[in-house]
């Protein structure tokens, strides 16, 4: 004999009750949105990271092959003449590293933004999977202005605290290649007139 369904389970007043059944169908969707939203985000994440990464490749293979080309140069071409014209090569290298540098500044800056937007979402998702489970224990006696009330207070009141401005780790690369710049100017004119 098939037993009946128990008619004070949770679910099974949720089911009978529309405006209820409608706010979990509702939230459940909200939930999957969410999900895919926190999936994009970390793939957008996972994406910027790789390109950051090249670009501080791509750093270093222009520079030492620039240096490599100049040195060899040097050692084959007349020492005055080059001395004079070093300015040339040193115009194209400043001009490349303060691009390459902005590139990984912009890039920088772009994964924390990324980052405190992943953080905001999975933040959405856990305040949302509380609310579900809530509707789901309580069923019908899920008091829906209090509790929908209290969800979207606890999304408005979430107020970023902007700390002091102090140094980060993008700061320190930032200066790490322009220091390295700054260097490879200074060999390039070493290379050409010595």
């Given at each position: ?10 679910l ?39 390109q950051i ?6 750093f ?16 084959i ?5 080059l001395c ?51 509707l ?14 209290a ?28 220091t ?6 200074g ?8």
């Open positions: 004999m098939a037993a009946n369904p128990n008619p004070h389970h949770p099974h007043q949720i089911a009978e009750n529309p405006t209820h059944k409608l706010l979990l169908k509702q939230w459940l969707k909200e939930e999957e949105l969410i999900l895919n939203r926190i999936s994009l985000k970390e793939t957008q994440l996972d994406s910027t990271r790789n990464t090249q670009l501080y490749c791509l270093f293979l222009f520079h030492s092959t620039a240096l490599v080309l100049l040195f060899s140069a040097a050692s071409g007349d020492g005055p003449h004079k014209r070093s300015w040339v090569p040193s115009l194209c290298s400043l001009l490349c590293s303060l691009g390459f540098v902005w590139a990984i500044r912009y890039k920088t800056d772009l994964e924390f933004h990324l980052e405190k937007m992943l953080e905001r979402e999975k933040e959405d998702s856990s305040l949302l999977a509380k609310c579900v489970e809530e789901k224990r309580k069923g019908v006696e899920f008091d829906l202005l209090k509790e929908v009330d969800l979207r207070r606890a999304k408005s009141l979430r107020v970023e605290s902007r700390p002091v401005r102090k140094w980060s780790g993008r700061d320190f690369v930032t200066l790490f290649f322009f390295v710049s700054c260097l490879v100017l060999l390039t004119r070493v290379i050409l007139c010595s």
